[in-house]
């Protein structure tokens, strides 16, 4: 009897093996919040008006933008003289394996193969079209309700680099490249750093040069293009300094040590820290409507990637210790920044 029980036992463990993803860690680059930072608030997470599947399809309050999304591969198609998307859906179909191994949550699997090359479609260009639209005023329609409305486009921005709302960067640059005009200038990277600019504000200083192959999603070029230059410096402290934690001191002390604490000049990127002469000097942070998902969002994905600086997450501790008792944030909205750590 034990061993007929162990033998059962087996079978459906074997099943349960066989069942699990081929898909390795390494592959997976777009997940879920985890509970932990969501419960905190979870509206900073999901989208307002746009979903870019899988993770958020099917809300209702998400529903409306549908349409658009074909809409917008229609105005693509007539504009690139395609009579149908067939040669698109034929190169997608070719990576649909590759991308879909990007996706961490198990959900994945139940998409069907039509449905999940539709999926990447439908919001892949919606993705390049909208970002084309929003910063080459040249490709608006002026029936276009997106552009007709601030709050809507705004949102639509925000929307695009929540951490759930990713689509694999590759596809991007496929389409993009597939859909470009002869004549057309600039690329898929330009016109994120654009994104960049409208979510987090100028950094004041050009941004790194980042090959697209480096590129998982739009959030992680978002999140690049911030920490590049500041990571760079703080390989350079690393290096020098040892263990950095020796050296963290509270305002206050730093304060009765004589330290001055200055407002940075404006042309500065609001990572660009320094201290010299006994000053530390700290550029402003403009906070708008968006600041707080923005900040959230890159913190969220800071926690999921592997051998990279969490250049954010130190920034907003930092914020929070010594920016918000210095009186230097800039509160251009009604937004607040509590509780995003």
Partial sequence: MSREISHQISICIDRKLTSLSNTTSNEQCIFKVHDGLRNHKKEAYEPKVLSIRPYHHGKPKLEKMEMHKLRYLKELLGRRGDTNPDRYIIA?????????????EEEISQISKNDFVEMMLLDGCFVIEFLRKYFEPEFQNRDDTIFQMDWLSGNIATDLILFENQVPFFILVELFNMTKLPDEEGNLID?????????????????????????????????????????????????SAGDLSDFIRSTTELRQRGIQFEVAPKSQSWLDITFENGKLKIPSLIISDHTESVFRNLIAYEQYILNSWSCISDYDLFLIISLILQGMLQNFATAKLSGIA
């Fill in 92 to 104: 997608l179909t070719e990576r649909e394996d590759c991308a879909r191994k990007c996706y961490a």
């Fill in 191 to 239: 016109l994120a750093h654009c994104l960049c600019n409208y979510l987090v504000g100028p950094t004041g200083n050009p941004y790194p040069e980042i090959s697209q192959d480096e590129v998982i999603h739009l959030l992680d070029l978002v999140h690049k293009s911030l920490c590049s230059s500041f990571a760079e410096r703080l390989t350079e402290i690393n290096e």
